[in-house]
């Protein structure tokens, strides 16, 4: 069973509007962490922001927000004030417990696409 | 700060030849070191986990005797490609999990292109 899932293969934004990338996962541990990384055309992937299973707060990094709900397994990531550099491939990535090794498990990725 | 590199960044080889692909943390000790592969449009995957100063564990169905994984410090581990063939050409990356970098986030190196001839 799929325990990252991404729903949008690909995104269409105007600069300098806001996005939602959706993320649903699925775990039984009481204990993860969730993070989100950026892939653009070059191949390096770029750590955006995380969210930790225990944390009450949404995490927050300059204009990235993690829109964390945690009943509905959801970690959508909101990009603010969307940029012509912001295209690029998105993945939600969760570690599960403590003793799983710190390995991640990555979504299929969102395409997006910021629009002049 | 966190910053991994990787060497070479593309590689162009010949089908049967041996390819060694370079993962350092040049700011940071990297307890565990991992190496994904990723085809085009797709999703990374996981292949193998390596702690420093141990054996690599592998993921299901890559071949331990084909991708050689060693951590022999904190700030180095490589992953060999033995008697490469066509179908191993891909993209390879590296990440970097270490001490003192508070969350439990993964580095990633800026990644190896593989093309085997």
């Known amino acids: 069973a799929q325990k990252i899932t991404q729903t949008q293969p690909g995104m269409f934004v105007q600069e300098k509007e806001a996005v939602t990338l959706d993320c649903t996962y699925d775990?039984?541990?009481?204990?993860?962490?969730l993070f989100w990384y950026k892939q653009p055309s070059s191949g390096e992937m770029i750590f955006l922001i995380y969210?930790?299973?225990?944390?009450?707060q949404n995490a927050t990094e300059g204009r990235y927000s993690l829109n964390f709900q945690k009943a509905r397994k959801s970690a959508n990531l909101v990009i603010s004030a969307s940029q012509l550099g912001d295209s690029a491939m998105y993945f939600c990535?969760?570690?599960?417990?403590?003793?799983?090794?710190?390995?991640?498990?990555f979504g299929q990725g969102t395409e997006l696409s910021v629009k002049p | 700060g966190a910053v991994v590199s990787q060497h070479p960044s593309w590689v162009i080889c010949k089908s049967g030849t041996s390819v060694k692909i370079e993962c350092r943390s040049l700011?940071?000790?990297?307890?565990?070191m991992f190496w994904y592969r990723q085809f085009p449009k797709q999703s990374l995957m996981l292949m193998a986990t390596?702690?420093?100063?141990?054996?690599?564990?592998?993921e299901q169905g890559v071949e331990k005797d084909k991708f050689l994984i060693n951590h022999a410090s904190l700030t180095l581990s490589t992953l060999t490609v033995t008697s490469a063939h066509p179908e191993d050409s891909s993209f390879y990356i590296c990440?970097?999990?270490?001490?003192?970098?508070?969350?439990?986030?993964?580095?990633f190196g800026p990644g190896t292109r593989l093309t085997v001839l």
């Open positions: 990440s970097a999990r270490g001490q003192g970098l508070g969350t439990d986030t993964q580095y």
């Open positions: 775990t039984s541990d009481q204990s993860y962490g």
């Open positions: 969210q930790g299973s225990y944390d009450e």
């Open positions: 990535a969760m570690r599960e417990g403590w003793n799983q090794g710190g390995k991640l498990i």
């Open positions: 700011d940071f000790q990297a307890t565990t």
């Open positions: 390596s702690n420093e100063g141990s054996k690599a564990t592998y």
